[in-house]
């Protein structure tokens, strides 16, 4: 084992060892498949052990790389510590972009403070979107907060960093008298001719007005005129009810009195849901969230796809690292 092995390779490493996928590695690292696979190749020579067995289809550790792991990582968090112990102050608390106090993000946030110490405090923000929590961010207001990152401009996603965390299934939110209420789920085809909110209008998040004008494109669903951002869940609920929307939405949205919501089908239309923060932020309420996303994400499945058809824009399958 070289003395001098750099640190970045050892990231890589953990990286690929813990995503064991390539794409979803670089993702994660926010740096190219082609650049990860050369650090790969590099430590492997350094070492002169193969570390993964690859194929068309998996990744897996050799015996090598296997014995490696605990080792790469105790390396890591020593590094860790080291730069923690010489930071000029105690961490200031780390501000966290959660949308509403439902869904994934509350949920991966309430994981991560468990794994902190009490003097470690991670703050809640409620902004409405990535696109809102990105400028925010750029601005130095806001640390991280979570999306669809592939929607961002490149000139904004520069500045970023992200980890995918969740394929969220997608919605809709029914009047409880609307004809398509009485069914669990709500076929795609059958919403032709009908008018979803999208929050078109609010540019805080226009990487869901995207998405929603990409899954409507071809199938006969128009998108609600723009209307000015409506803030707060209870304003939300009460221009809902007032103009009777049908409205776009995730399994994982808060309850609307007299409205349900059903899941969308044939195909399940997926939202991307990516942790995004601050490209170069230290902070070990960063390290908790990201933890906490990736145990999470393992433990409910939340980046399978669904076994049947299923929908989501190229581009998003590329930033997630999905296959197929």
């Known amino acids: 084992m070289p003395y001098d092995t750099d640190p970045r390779l050892l990231r890589a490493f953990c990286a690929v ?3 064991l996928h390539f794409t979803r590695a670089a993702a994660r ?12 190749r590099r430590l492997e020579r350094e070492l002169g052990a193969a570390l993964f067995v690859r ?3 998996r990744v897996t550790l050799t015996a090598d790389g296997e014995r ?5 990582r105790r390396v890591l968090a020593a590094q860790d510590e080291l730069a923690a112990a010489f930071r000029a102050a105690p961490e200031r608390p780390l501000l966290v972009d959660v949308s509403v106090p439902i869904g994934t993000a509350h949920g991966v946030l309430e994981a991560a403070r468990e794994r902190v110490p009490d003097s470690c405090e991670l703050v809640a923000r409620f902004h ?7 400028a925010e961010m750029a601005a130095g207001r806001l640390d991280v907060s979570f999306g669809r990152i592939a929607a961002l401009p490149p000139a904004v996603r520069d500045g970023l ?16 008298d609307h ?10 085809a059958d919403l032709a001719g009908e008018t979803l909110y999208t929050a078109a209008g609010n540019p805080q998040t226009v990487e869901w007005t995207d998405l929603a004008e990409r899954l409507f494109a071809g199938r006969g669903i128009v998108a609600a005129e723009p209307f000015p951002e409506i803030e707060g869940s209870q304003e939300f609920v009460r221009v809902v009810r007032k ?10 949205f808060m309850a609307v009195p007299g409205m349900v919501l059903r899941p969308l089908v044939d195909p399940v239309p997926l939202s991307p849901v990516s942790l995004v923060w601050r490209r170069g932020l230290r902070h070990p309420g960063l390290d908790a969230l990201r933890a906490a996303a990736r145990e999470l994400a393992e433990r409910h499945a939340w980046l399978a796809l669904p076994g049947n058809a299923w929908w989501l824009p190229e581009a998003d399958t590329r930033v997630m690292g999905v296959d197929g």
Request: no cysteine.
């Open 68 to 72: 490696l792991l605990p080792y790469a």
């Open 243 to 252: 103009r009777g929307w049908s409205v776009l939405a995730s399994v994982e």
């Open 161 to 176: 960093d992200h980890q995918p965390v969740r394929l969220e299934p997608m919605a809709v939110l029914l009047r409880d």
């Open 29 to 40: 690292l926010y740096v190219a498949q082609q650049a990860l696979s050369r650090d790969i």
């Open 179 to 188: 004809p398509l209420a009485a069914r669990p789920t709500v076929p795609l």
């Open 128 to 134: 409405s979107g990535l696109t809102g929590a990105a």
């Open 17 to 19: 060892a813990e995503e």
């Open 55 to 57: 194929s068309t289809r």
